[in-house]
């Protein structure tokens, strides 16, 4: 079992797309979900993986993912997955020691843009970039299972 420590944080500015490294699409749909848990399928770029995430308090997640094979998940994707998909494109970048993620979301979760960083501790000192905003690491709205079943653009 993996243990995931993250934390979530909105944009002040675009800045951020300058040192962006890597870019990657994403889509993700969920086979099931509750106010602590999810177990989603995710594609992103030729590759797909099976997730399950379970939080107690919305920085600490037990994370378990197994790849699985691409047709398997475009056969979840279209028999099994549970209303909207949430579709994103990620960048990645790297501030200091650490890969900061953003997720700029697509549909009905756009304009939204987050950034989250994975930590050893939730203590953990990181360097904060001129770009980043607000925390809201512990805001259930921003889980992406959340996003999926009410979107950005319907709050």
């Given amino acids: 079992m993996g243990l995931e420590i993250e934390r979530k944080f909105l944009l002040l500015n675009d800045s951020w797309r300058e040192q962006v490294e890597r ?12 106010e602590r848990s999810a177990i ?4 992103f770029g030729e590759q797909a993986h ?19 094979p691409l047709e398997d998940a475009r056969a979840l994707f279209e028999h099994v997955v549970k209303g909207p998909v ?4 990620r960048h990645e970048l790297p501030v200091g020691p650490h890969l900061w993620e953003i997720d700029e979301f ?27 905003g ?12 959340s996003l999926a079943r009410k979107p950005f653009s319907q709050w």
């Fill in 23 to 34: 870019r990657i699409e994403i889509q993700q749909g969920y086979l099931a979900q509750d």
């Fill in 40 to 43: 989603r399928v995710r594609i």
């Fill in 50 to 68: 099976l997730n399950i995430k379970a939080t107690e308090d919305g920085i600490h997640r037990h994370e378990f993912e197994y790849g699985i």
């Fill in 86 to 89: 949430v579709e994103k494109v």
């Fill in 106 to 132: 697509l549909g009905a979760n756009a304009p939204l843009v987050v950034a989250e960083i994975e930590l050893a501790s939730a203590d953990e000192p990181f360097e904060r970039p001129a770009w980043l």
């Fill in 134 to 145: 607000q925390e809201v690491s512990t805001d259930r709205r921003y889980y992406n299972s």
